[in-house]
């Protein structure tokens, strides 16, 4: 937001609003679907979930350590030199899984132990994006279906966002909410999937897609009116472009039609946002600021007309080839830090109940050093957090960490498979979100392929994650 106009930064926010404009492409003509989901039925309510990326994959084995003696032993032997000392760490009290393994979380993340201990805030161990079921000997032998692209940055990241290991596409479970939600949104409609990093394919649909903010809120074009009148000569030129007509050319005519469309948003948005003050300071960090608007937004449902909200948000830089030690430790303080911030915020605000944050990452990096630093694996660890989880726990199956023959999972240099496919937690939370439970295998059609037991009378895994689901 601009509030101190020069013409120097009237041509700056002129350019980013157009940029802001463009990279939302429900300012834009529809887009052609390379995958078709059917309508999903979703009850209307008041929730917001919130996806926090960790952009280059987090080496989550020294983020969950297993702390039991000889749980703590496997897992120092394996991991060598980028072992934390046990001494180090931080016990989760009060759990054990059913091997019998307690767990400690690596020494930067107080805020994060807190939130466990809380019973806001569990685990989901050795998951991954997964086609199907897969054993080590179908992985040597290559029988076995993959995701596509396995082990590497951009198709990983896109599968997490997709829960389409299986294809390359561009639509993500949060689009399709939103194709459900906002199929006739007006011009001045804030849409309902809001980025904090940009352009991402999680949130894009068959015809909707997200709303760019930043960690300082929308961009736009604003003059106070203490400005001079020649900052108010420069703002109403601004308006005069925008309310030009050009129907004899089309391309012309889209582009202020995506622009105008922008400066409607960008005004709702900073009008119903500033409003709210937050009852917490937040840190300085890029993601603590991230989650201090996330936060803001959420609170200014009513004002947004939005009752139900997703929030994309990347940190980047958790690639770790080399120095391991030093820069997660950085890395993870910031993060813990700033997610327990949000959710004290929430917590104060009077919103713990509608809010469900979770991190992803690429995929877990290998148990073994390469000397310095670990290099990309498959299976690793994420965080839900909020109210209606049932804290405390560490879901799934956290695996053994020994290697070669002695681990069923490991298929080489330490990288595991993963036990748990992303679309079982997925599933969960658009479930909480209000998606019908019946529409749940057109949003992840993977899921037939991991039917549970059939005297269950379930067609796929559950998690017992969350609270009144």
Avoid at 52 to 57: A, N, P
Avoid at 364 to 381: A, F, M
Avoid at 403 to 416: C, F, Y
Avoid at 425 to 443: C, H, N, R, T, Y
Wanted: proline content about 5%.
């Amino acid at each position: 937001m601009l509030k101190n106009l020069t013409r120097r930064k009237f041509v700056q926010g002129s350019m980013a609003a157009s940029l802001a404009a463009a990279s939302a492409p429900s300012f834009s003509l529809p887009k052609v679907s390379t995958q078709s989901v059917p309508p999903l039925n979703i009850d209307k309510q008041k929730r917001a979930l919130v996806c926090i990326m960790l952009d280059g994959g987090n080496d989550s084995f020294n983020m969950l350590v297993p702390h039991s003696a000889k749980h703590y032993s496997e897992y120092a032997k394996t991991r060598a030199n980028l072992a934390l000392a046990k001494d180090s760490l931080l016990p989760l009290q009060g759990f054990a899984d059913k091997e019998g393994r307690e767990f400690a979380l690596h020494p930067s993340m107080p805020e994060v132990a807190e939130l466990f201990g809380q019973e806001k805030l569990s685990f989901v161990a050795n998951i991954a994006p997964l086609i199907e079921p897969v054993n080590k000997q179908a992985f040597l032998d290559r029988s076995a279906r993959v995701p596509l692209g396995l082990l590497s940055h951009a198709d990983q990241f896109k599968h997490w966002q997709t829960s389409r290991p299986d294809l390359r596409v561009q639509q993500g479970w949060f689009g399709y909410f939103a194709d459900a939600l906002q199929p006739d949104k007006k011009a001045d409609q804030i849409p309902m999937n809001i980025s904090l990093a940009g352009s991402n394919i999680m949130q894009n649909g068959r015809r909707s897609t997200h709303y760019s903010i930043t960690g300082s809120g929308s961009v736009g074009l604003v003059v106070n009116e203490e400005e001079s009148d020649l900052n108010r000569a420069i703002l109403r030129s601004f308006e005069t472009v925008l309310n030009t007509s050009y129907a004899g050319d089309p391309f012309k005519q889209s582009y202020l039609s995506i622009t105008r469309e922008a400066q409607l948003q960008h005004r709702k948005y900073r009008d119903a946002v500033e409003k709210i003050s937050l009852p917490i300071e937040f840190s300085d960090s890029d993601l603590s600021k991230q989650l201090a608007k996330v936060a803001q937004s959420i609170a200014a449902t009513e004002e947004l007309g939005l009752p139900q909200q997703t929030y994309f948000l990347r940190y980047i830089g958790w690639d770790h080839h080399d120095d391991l030690l030093n820069s997660q430790a950085r890395m993870l303080r910031v993060l813990s830090k700033a997610m327990g911030e949000f959710q004290q915020a929430i917590d104060l605000l009077g919103l713990s109940e509608n809010v469900l944050c979770f991190t992803g990452s690429d995929f877990g990096r290998t148990l073994t050093s390469n000397g310095n630093g670990s290099d990309h694996g498959w299976g690793g660890h994420c965080m839900v957090m909020g109210d209606a989880v049932k804290g405390g726990q560490v879901l799934g199956d956290y695996p053994a960490l020994s290697l070669g023959d002695k681990n069923p999972l490991d298929v080489g240099g330490g990288v595991l498979i993963p036990t748990l496919p992303t679309d079982v937690l997925f599933a969960q939370l658009s479930m909480w979100f209000g998606v019908q439970e019946s529409d749940i295998p057109k949003l992840f059609p993977n899921l037939k392929n991991f039917a549970a037991d059939s005297s269950s009378g379930e067609d796929w895994p559950r998690l017992d994650l969350l609270n009144n689901l």
